[in-house]
């Protein structure tokens, strides 16, 4: 396998999360995956705001550490999954095949996650003050390609990606202040750093996204959320759905610590 290392972002509480993907794994015949289990929420120590949840800051270190091994340990390809990844049969020729593709795109991230509001061609990011921005792009799906590039693209959810060990120190470089979700602040570097990002199609989905199972990190939610859930597909429920990244907005502009 053309992959250095597999790693999965895992809270130990989620056992039922860890025994679903174990199956996935021994299915596809993966023995040899990093399960990353440290900075559990209720340790993280923090000074001020510092805009994010704990639970998202977990995450968000979980992350970074993968990161680090790979730079530290001079991998050229790594594979990061979060626990809620559902893989699919036949996973391992469709990772070396997407490798491949990867590799002579030259790209620097891969994403291989997705969810049902992104597809090759349109999706949404939202900007500094997190209005949702539209594409629409001229990328045609090819028959027996599952790598896309496209100037535009930026992250496509972190629960299954791949970085290459060209944009390693770049990224990193990048991750020392903890201000912002892990997704958010790819998005921040990749435009920053002008990153090279590719796709995966077909793409793999999240038990959390696609309703399968309850998101550990959003546990709350304000009031207008929960009206928008109610009206979706409106115009009232796309303007509470402003209401509620708007304030997340505000919060990332704190400048709290985490220690």
Sequence with gaps: MLIDKIFITHHPALTKRKQNLLLDLQREGIANAEWVEMFPPEEIKTTGKIGISKKEAS?????????????????ENILILEDDAMLPENFIPYLEKCLDE???????????GTNKEFSLKKFYYRNEKFERIEYN?????????????HPTYMSRCTHAYIVSNQAIEKILKNLETINKTIDNKFDEIIKKEVLKVCWAEPGIYQTTIDGLEKSSLKNYKPWYLKTALLFKKTFFYNLLKDIYHYNRAKKFKCKGKIS
Excluded: I, P, T
């Design 59 to 75: 995450l968000y270190l979980k992350h970074r550490y993968c990161l680090e091994q790979q730079l530290k340990n001079g991998w």
């Design 102 to 112: 990867f590799s002579e795109l030259r790209g620097d991230m891969l994403f291989l």
């Design 137 to 149: 792009v001229a990328v045609e799906k090819k028959g027996g390609q599952n790598v896309y590039y």
